[in-house]
């Protein structure tokens, strides 16, 4: 088999075969010969590394800044981001603690890696402030300039006269804008809609919660219109509160399936993970290699409960609902319950089935003594939610009460036991708050 090694160099087309043979058959080539197969395979393999940062998110992040730390998150995080990119997803929402490489991940190398892919496309970059999105608009475009960049995505540039930090463009007309939360965003398009922190840390250290409803109102009225059809957009928090964007967007998704049906990824701080062995749940840090399991503890016993739960657990609670703590709960390791003294149910009930509609829950627990530590414990036996309309809620209602024959029965609102209005908890189920609805009779 004779190959041209001139042809090669010239076309750098190999097969598999040509590459292979001359691998096997070095001895038999020339001096010269052998400088040339060296250019070849330097020149292959400069082109293969170029192409793994043109296929991948994480290769580019390592290729633009060679000492970046991955840790698994990133990568989880960047398979999400690509897949909006390829277009197999159209909308993500990622809630992910501090200083664990969000926003060099999803303001700065993401936004370069996609105009690089699609130079003619338009991107936004939203975050609390307008000062803040141009900073991540300077360092995207900076970025575009180096000859690293220029390696992996040869045909792509700055427009000539693209000077702004915060608005400019690229040589196939793409476009990126950068703005904050109540920006005017008139005129302006997006392919890419990329939000990044859309709440300020100062303005919920302050109590100034009704950045919340104006973040969501420009949200949903501003830059949601901006999209493109076929526009994707990703939105990338820190959680703080229930009623931040990311509780919004999913509280709309959750009662709306015509809604942007957002797919959800929560990062906590510290993971609980079931050993395989002993099967007991232990506590693992997300990042070891940054942050591990002790500084994290720290974190967490420096700051209220409420507050780790939303910044670095992704589980905002209310400050006044803490009076159950999280870390009360245990797991009833034991394939059947223990034999409780008192059994109590409660029923919060709703009655239809449209998608906004509220669920019905019904949860039964009791309460029986641990023989462990010798105190009371309440369990949580049996727990239902789910959206049913009124013949099917006063059926499992009533099966539900006669399979566990509860002494005490907590109704809201609507409805109630009326059966249970003349006894007490001495003697049979009584009713703690008694209200008229004789369906229940």
């Not at 015509?258 to 002993?278: H, S």
Request: glycine share 6%; with cysteine.
């Amino acid at each position: 088999m004779a190959i041209d090694l001139a042809n090669l160099a010239t076309e750098m087309d190999f097969s598999p075969a040509e590459i292979q043979h001359m691998l096997d058959n070095l001895d038999s080539f020339s001096p010269e010969e052998l400088v040339e197969i060296d250019k070849i395979v330097g020149e292959l393999s400069t082109r293969q590394y170029n192409q793994s940062a043109h296929d991948d998110l994480i290769e580019f992040c390592k290729r633009m800044q060679p000492d970046y730390k991955v840790g698994r998150h990133h990568r989880i995080l960047a398979d999400q981001l690509m897949a909006l990119e390829d277009g197999s997803k159209d909308r993500v929402c990622v809630n992910i603690p501090p200083r664990h490489g969000k926003s060099q991940l999803v303001s700065i190398f993401y936004p370069a890696w996609f105009l690089g892919r699609n130079p003619d496309k338009k991107v936004m970059m939203v975050s609390h402030t307008t000062d803040l999105a141009v900073d991540f608009g300077r360092k995207v475009r900076n970025l575009i300039s180096v000859d690293a960049y220029k390696d992996i995505f040869p045909e792509v540039a700055l427009a000539v006269d693209s000077k702004s930090a915060g608005r400019w463009n690229t040589n196939f007309g793409g476009e990126y804008f950068a703005c904050g939360i109540g920006s005017a965003l008139a005129g302006r398009g997006a392919d890419l809609l990329l939000v990044d922190d859309p709440h300020s840390e100062q303005d919920v250290i302050n109590g100034n919660f009704s950045v919340f409803d104006k973040a969501y109102e420009w949200f949903t009225f501003g830059a949601r219109t901006r999209l493109m059809p076929g526009g994707r957009v990703a939105i990338i928090q820190t959680r703080w509160h229930m009623d931040d964007l990311t509780g919004r967007v999913t509280n709309d998704m959750s009662k709306n399936a015509r809604a942007d049906q957002y797919e959800v990824v929560e990062f906590p701080a510290i993971l609980e993970v079931q050993n395989k062995k002993t099967k007991k749940y232990v506590e693992k840090p997300l990042w070891p290699e940054f942050f591990d399991l002790e500084a994290l503890l720290r974190t967490k016993a420096s700051m209220p409960t409420f507050q780790w739960n939303a910044q670095y657990q992704q589980q905002p609670t209310a400050e006044e609902a803490s009076i159950v703590k999280r870390e009360w709960w245990n797991m009833w390791e034991q394939d059947n319950p223990p034999p409780c003294e008192y059994i109590i149910m409660s029923l919060d009930a709703a009655a239809e089935t449209h998608n906004r509609a509220d669920y019905t829950a019904l949860t039964t627990w009791g309460v029986f003594l641990n023989e462990g530590t010798s105190a009371y414990n309440v369990i949580l036996l049996n727990s239902i939610k789910k959206r049913m309309e009124f013949p099917e809620l006063k059926q499992m209602a009533m099966e539900e009460y006669q399979d566990w024959d509860p002494r005490c029965v907590y109704c809201g609102e609507e409805v109630c036991w009326y059966g249970a209005v003349s006894r007490d908890a001495t003697d049979g189920p009584a009713c703690v708050r008694i209200h008229t609805a004789p369906w229940l009779r």
